[in-house]
């Protein structure tokens, strides 16, 4: 709100500013009151596009030295890797582009500058620059299309192979709960019709059904590393979507459907904790929950790095806090945690 307000106020105080050197002029009586630019206007227009290009040169640099320490860290799964590169491209290609037209741009701006007695050569067309600037483009972009193309069917290729982990992610207003196949690793049928609050059936399993006794509900989402977790998502309300940063991993939740999307984690909680960008973040988050704790504000404890699954779609008033803990671990430990669960139908039994 506070921010609101102050640009608010420098917008009006730059109207203000503008309005007064506007009444300014006009109270003038120049002694040459022309609407043709001289060359002195032309000059200083020319520099000022010079000055526009260290402008934006200086606002990308500091961008850089600012801000990529707030950039995701390394991908941890295994289609991640090449979302990135493709992006790390895309970027690089558009950021060369990019510098060298503007330079161009600004540079000729000012080369070639309005003066008395110049006068513009008439050019009519070139093929030759016609055609290189027409086919660089088209093999450049063709080229990141098809790449595109390709890394996205790979990506959104969910299959049964490799014996993948059956996990489905709920949505609700306004949190999360995960269902695991099970022993028999299907999920049982479910619907929202059949939600009993009642007796803790919060996802509306169907009793009946002989896959869903084995299937274990948790608040926390576990998966071993390496092995491939093919999710399917539903909502019992409205939009949410599922989004997982660390993964590179986001699949929309929608009311009356399912939808699927497919990873492999590649790196446990306990490694990511290790990588020096992690490690840095951690740090650089923790100097200012101890300032809060010194000024005894909320929110001051130590934070530990965890991977999170968010809800990326406006949802409701707590849509910000809608979240998830997942913990990537060694199978062994999967297992360990997997074993302490209570499956559905103990569940059911402890009820009645
Ligand atoms: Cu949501």
Known sequence: MTTLLTILVLILVAIAIWQMTKIFELSQIRAE??????????????????????????????????????????????????????????????????????????????????????????????????????????????????????????????????????????????????????????????????????????????????????????????LPVGRKVNFRFRSQDVLHSAYMPHFRAQMNCVPGMITEFSFTPTITTEEMRLNPDVIDKVKRTNAIRTERAANGEPNSDPWEFDYVLLCNKICGKSHYNMQMKIIVETEEEYNAWMESQQTFSQLMASMN
Do not use: C
């Open 33 to 222: 009151n022309t609407q043709v630019a001289s060359d002195k206007d032309n000059k200083y227009n020319g520099y000022l596009m010079f000055a526009f290009l260290i402008f934006i040169y200086g606002i990308t640099i500091f961008s850089f030295w600012k801000y990529s320490k707030v950039l995701l860290p390394e991908a941890a799964s295994e289609h991640g890797q090449s979302y990135d590169s493709l992006m790390l491209w895309s970027f690089v290609i558009i950021f060369f582009v990019q510098t060298v037209t503007q330079a161009l741009l600004h540079y000729f701006g000012y080369k070639y500058k309005g003066e008395k007695g110049k006068k513009a050569l008439f050019y009519a067309d070139n093929d030759r620059l016609e055609f290189i600037w027409t086919i660089i483009p088209v093999i450049v972009l063709a080229g990141l299309i098809l790449w595109g193309l390709y890394t996205w069917t790979n990506i959104m290729d969910v299959n049964d192979e490799d014996d993948p982990l059956i996990v489905e992610l709920y949505a609700q207003q306004f949190n999360w709960t995960a269902r695991y196949g099970g022993a028999d690793n299907v999920l049982g049928g479910a619907n929202v019709r059949m939600i009993d609050i009642n007796r803790a059936n919060v996802l509306g399993l169907d009793e009946s059904d002989p896959y869903a006794g084995d299937d274990v509900i948790v608040k926390e989402l576990h």
